[in-house]
């Protein structure tokens, strides 16, 4: 079920675009990550292109398509490129999408002369990726976010719950929920300190609450992937298809207000600590370029439950993981006045989660829940067993350590702040904060995989 | 904020669609909801068109605004009405619907002549209500689910919780969640029992989770309102402003699968249970019509917390609440089989609700979170304090009553079956069984508007 290695994959295949065979370029020619970019000249205009990335410059899609270069029975495809989101491409097969790119691998090596030699269209169809204005890749019209790290999950069980942090069903199931769509938006867009109510105190014994800005601001390192094809109301998507209905993936931040949250979850689950923005990357990876880099899903303990059958895939248990580095990086104000480099806070791997992306796929369709073409699922905040692989400041800032040998379980208020070069300190985001989110795959024999990054910088609550 | 009495609302007020002057119709003239119906006479073809209903019949708008028949003045209306759906219309400022609102008036009754005059036009804009197919009247880009009644949210909680059944959160914070916009279906469809995770026994303690159809199947009678004019992200809607932004009012059927919602629902909330399917009712009768239905807000007691000032309007207290007649019925496949009417289950009200409408949607902004035309924000399931106004079987078979005196506080597996005509019992809903929502509003000295019905029968699991 995931992609098999085949000629796309090779290390050896150079691009005629130089800055593309850069050993450091998150985008060789093996990549391809879809985007789109607005093209338009005028001001107040927009013309929305899907592009796929090579090393520093963007390569129109529309371009290449219209000049014929993609095959004359590929009108599908034609036409799906015609459209501002990639939501129609997403949609087709996946041997379309697995044609459209070894054509595209071609047209950017020596296996085809069609693009390169055609200096016009060379000129129209490529340009810099750096000035690019990028847009958001899909339309999205669901999002749903899981909690599919059990590093993540235990950290703040214990901070609420020291003695029961996972709870029950968490080893039996992928537990998530739906989020808001329509504040989703792209890297580089500033987000605003939501206001909220807080309580003063730890519970409404210590006050009532006010309605003002959050003061605990957080971000969330995350893993989106969007849906490819759909499925039908009322009908499942069985765990060995399920990566054929994944178009790709991107890097997400799930901004939290944590005082927002905690006041508010009981019973139905986080609102308004969320929807206040989500930010994605531009650059959505194709399933099929991680094929190298695909491992073994997380192994269980002898004590963990087997998943049901209906979570469990023979080739889902040999290759449903994806070795995939994840950093969150930060630069306050103060830092970029003064001419600072970002902060690595973290990083994680997404193969540290517990449960794959096809068992999430799987599980959210498990009910007939229909899927469609651009849907995001998102794979809750990474975080792995050591302090510096935790995923948000919650945990990161947080002085206890359920993993540590002993386990190091503190009240959830015990928090030593990070300190900034600069000398700042930060037990949750300051404003003029920003937020750099970056993966990348590497292994040895194969070329580099990135997905660049997602920045946002939080701005002061108000109008 | 809320509309003031116009001549929209004169009871004398006849319509030369006879059918409109019924008094038992839904559909006066002073109602005028919208909706949207397939024209298509080829059968694969498609042509939605919006319609308002008058009486037993539907007017075709695109006919009557293609015919000139709107005034030259209203290009904003025209372009709107050559959509497939209501967003754009709904997208519009308030002033232009009720212009429109207040022509439609003209055209149907004796204070024009343009229409009614015009046979050949009349001929084809008008059209029989029985037989249309009814399509989704939005596109539903966002959904979020309230659980706004005091009384639903004690009843649920006193089976979970005897001693503390309304969380500390409850009466500071309109309680809600975001739901799942791609299974929101039209009244008429079908649904499918769904498949999930359930426990053999109350706890994990009895036994692992099997996946198999849900067994505790449910509806839940709500009311559900849709966005007009939305907000830009990081800017909140005031609560004196709130009702600006609303369009109009349906019926929501949010089908619920109670074994699978209490597996899952810890920490994040509501999940599968809720996601395989949401009936909504087709018409969307506009705020503007429900002016002589507006009441005072639902009374705080003197133990309760004053809502937060961004939470309290003044006219939101005087006119924020609709006296709004809610009804379920049930029809099981042997009822209908046998030709026995379906059977009244519940009755309620809106004007019962904890929050109002404007509350709810003040509150969803108020983190900045950004609304747009055809977002659906539901109530949560509409309970009174009686017996017979619980708005769900989770609630009706439920042998405990904290709302009785003295209370009556039971856990929440000891029910007693409804007995139907025929002699069948229902705890929950069986398969083939058909749940019918309806909704109206009546008073003395003005003409009943109604909702009209939301349907849906369960279909068993499975593929």
Same mark, same amino acid.
């Given at each position: ?21 850069? %050993? ?112 958001? !890749? ?26 029961? !942090? ?34 003063? #105190? ?21 893993? #989106? ?41 009981? %019973? ?38 087997? %998943?049901? !059958?209906?979570?469990? @895939? ?108 600069? #000398? ?27 997905? @660049? ?11």
């Amino acid at each position: 079920m995931s992609y098999p290695l085949d000629d796309t994959h090779d290390p050896k295949l150079k691009s005629w675009v130089e800055s593309a065979n850069d %050993p450091a370029t998150d985008f060789p020619v093996q990549n391809l990550p879809f985007c789109v970019a607005d093209r338009a000249e005028e001001p107040g205009e927009t013309d929305p292109r899907i592009c796929v990335a090579i090393g520093d410059q963007l390569l129109d899609l529309l371009e290449v398509s219209s000049a014929g270069l993609l095959g004359a029975d590929d009108g599908d495809i034609a036409m799906a490129l015609q459209f501002e989101t990639l939501d129609d491409l997403a949609s087709l097969p996946t041997d379309d999408r697995r044609r459209l790119r070894m054509r595209l691998v071609e047209l950017l090596t020596d296996k085809s002369d069609d693009l390169r030699s055609d200096e016009e269209l060379v000129g129209v169809a490529l340009f810099p990726r750096a000035g690019a204005e990028l847009l958001l !890749p899909f339309e999205v019209r669901d999002y749903t976010d899981f909690y599919a790290s059990v590093y993540h999950a235990t950290n703040v069980g214990s901070m609420f719950r020291p003695d029961n !942090p996972i709870l029950p069903n968490y080893k039996w199931l992928p537990v998530g929920y739906h989020g808001r769509a329509s504040s989703i938006v792209i890297s580089g867009s500033p987000v605003r300190r939501p206001m909220g109510q807080l309580l003063p #105190g730890a519970t409404i014994e210590d006050g009532p609450p006010a309605f003002g800005p959050c003061k605990l601001m957080d971000y969330e390192l995350e893993v #989106g992937f969007y849906v490819g094809r759909g499925n039908e109301l009322g009908r499942s998507i069985p765990i060995d298809k399920a990566e054929e209905h994944i178009f790709g993936l991107c890097l997400v931040n799930d901004w939290s207000a944590r005082d927002i949250q905690k006041w508010e979850y009981q %019973p139905l689950g986080p609102f308004l600590a969320k929807s206040f923005a989500t930010s994605v990357s531009p650059f959505v990876v194709p399933l099929e370029a991680l094929t190298p880099y695909r491992c073994r899903a997380m192994e269980r303990s002898s004590d963990d439950p087997r %998943p049901l !059958p209906h979570l469990t @895939g023979d080739m889902d248990r040999e290759t449903g993981g994806i070795d995939l580095k994840l950093e969150v990086l930060l630069a306050s104000a103060e830092m970029r006045k003064k001419g600072i480099d970002p902060i690595r806070l973290s990083s994680g791997n997404l193969k540290d989660m517990y449960w794959t992306i096809a068992q999430m796929l799987t599980h959210h369709s498990s009910n007939g829940c229909n899927m469609r073409p651009g849907d995001l699922l998102a794979s809750g905040t990474v975080s792995g067993p050591k302090r510096e692989s935790r995923g948000c400041l919650l945990e990161l800032t947080w002085d206890g350590d359920p993993f540590a040998n002993p386990p190091v379980s503190k009240p959830g208020s015990a928090r030593t702040p990070l300190k900034l070069p600069t #000398g700042e300190e930060r037990k949750f985001l300051a404003d003029g904060d920003e937020v750099i989110l970056r993966g990348y795959c590497e292994r040895d024999g194969f070329r580099r995989v990135g997905f @660049g990054e997602c920045r946002g910088v939080v701005l002061p609550a108000g109008d």
